[in-house]
C-alpha cells in the first residue's frame, strides 16, 4: 500500500484536491475532520483541553473561538495543545491505516496540512504538494470571509514556506490553473502510484 502525504499552504486548494481523490475512490485521512470531532461533544480531546485551557470548553465541546483567545494571549499554549491533539490524531491515523490495509487498498492519501512543519513526511511513502503562485494565494485567501492580511501572514508564519515545500516534494500539482487540470493531473498521479505498488506487489 502506498501511502501519500498530500500538504500545501493556506490558499493552495489542499481540500479541493483531497476531494478529486475521494472521487476517485482513493480513502483520505482528514487530520483537520478528525481533531473536529477529537473537539465535538464526547471527543477524546475535549476532558484533556478542559484541564490545560480552563474556560475553553462549552457545552461539553472545544470552542474554537476562546481557544484561539487564550492561544493568543499565551503563545506557548500551542505547544500543550500539541501534546493533547497530535496523539489522538496518530491513534486515528494509525485505525485508518489498519482499516485500509484489510481492504487491500492499493493507495491512500493523508491530508496533513502541517505536514513539513510536524515531521509527519517520515510516516509516508512519498509527499505531494499542491502550489499555485503567491499572488493567487494571497488573492484566494483574501476573499475569504472574515480573512484580514495581519491574519494571512499569522497563518503564513506558521507554515514552511511554499518554496521549501515545493523543493521537498515528490510530486507537486499547481491548482491555478483550474479544476479540470488540476483532476487530470490527480488521476495521472493516481494511475502512476497504482502501477508503482502493483509492481512492488509481484
Known amino acids: 500500500m502506498y501511502k501519500l502525504g498530500l500538504t500545501g499552504s493556506i490558499g493552495m486548494g489542499k481540500s479541493t484536491t483531497a476531494s478529486m481523490f475521494r472521487d476517485a475512490g482513493i480513502p ?14 464526547g471527543g477524546k480531546a475535549v476532558p484533556l483541553i478542559k484541564a490545560a485551557f480552563p474556560g475553553c470548553v462549552e457545552n461539553d ?8 483567545e487564550a492561544l493568543a494571549s499565551d503563545p506557548t499554549g500551542f505547544d500543550r495543545l500539541n501534546a493533547i491533539v497530535h496523539p489522538l490524531v496518530a491513534e486515528a491515523r494509525h485505525e485508518f491505516v489498519r482499516q485500509a490495509a484489510i481492504k487491500g487498498e492499493p493507495l491512500v492519501v493523508f491530508d496533513i496540512p502541517l505536514l513539513f512543519e510536524t515531521g509527519s513526511e517520515t510516516g509516508v511513502d512519498g509527499v505531494l504538494v499542491v502550489s ?31 518554496s521549501e515545500k515545493r523543493a521537498r516534494a515528490d510530486f507537486i500539482i499547481d491548482t491555478s490553473e483550474g479544476i479540470g487540470a488540476a483532476r487530470k493531473a490527480v488521476d495521472e ?12 506487489s509481484h
Open 28 to 41: 483520505v485521512f482528514d487530520s483537520d475532520a478528525v481533531v473536529h470531532q477529537l473537539y465535538g461533544p
Open 61 to 68: 465541546a472545544v470552542s474554537r473561538t476562546k481557544l484561539s
Open 132 to 162: 499555485v503562485p503567491a499572488e493567487v494565494q494571497r488573492d484566494r485567501v483574501l476573499a475569504r470571509e472574515g480573512m484580514t492580511l495581519a491574519k494571512f501572514n499569522q497563518i503564513l508564519s506558521r507554515q514552511t514556506p511554499d
Open 189 to 200: 498521479l493516481i494511475s502512476k502510484l497504482k502501477r508503482r505498488t502493483n509492481q512492488a
